[in-house]
């Protein structure tokens, strides 16, 4: 899991730029992608680039902590259910459910994740602070807001984890054959 989080802190370096001008792309007028970029580097600099870097990865963390043990113990009930290891398939369900629940349970942090991003430069939410946006949506909202966007977040996370960890268990599964047949 260490491994796992440092690869996200990683990854969250280049996804976080393309995050920041997708959302506000998504919420303005003019959605030119190019001149939405050139007007974060101009009124915010690099630093509004990266709006959102923590929060993307308090939201990253956690969601893997929860999937992939989750996917993990699924597998394994599964195969202790039907007496054999399970299929790709069968692998591919589980990371559906467990992506869906990591989805769902750690949408509060998406929820803070896209108020920090799409906050005003130079306001409070712009700051960065997740407990301060989750607070405010709490106020504000109530527990509604802190789930906004749950299921359309589930359904795309439960199917880009049926995909992607059956794939996954798919591709282990040959390499694990192929270096039984290398001499």
Known sequence: MLAASAG????????????VVKQ???VSASSRTFQIFSNILYQEGIPGLYRGYKSTV????????????LWESLKALWSWRQD?????????????????????????LDVAKTRIMLAKAG?????GNVLSALHGVWRAQGL????????PRMAAI??????????????????????RESP
């Open 58 to 69: 308090l939201r990253e963390i956690p969601f893997s902590l929860v999937q992939f043990p």
């Open 123 to 127: 306001s409070s939410a712009a700051g």
């Open 144 to 151: 509604p807001g802190l789930f906004a966007g749950v299921f």
């Open 158 to 179: 439960s199917l880009g984890g049926f995909i992607f960890l059956g794939a996954y268990d798919q591709t282990h599964s040959l390499l694990l054959e192929l270096g």
């Open 84 to 108: 054999r290891v399970v299929e790709s398939w069968q692998s591919a369900v589980c990371g559906a459910f467990a992506g869906g629940f990591a989805a769902v349970v750690t949408t509060p």
């Open 8 to 19: 996200e802190v990683v990854a969250c370096l280049i996804r976080v730029p393309s995050e």
């Open 24 to 26: 506000r792309a998504q």
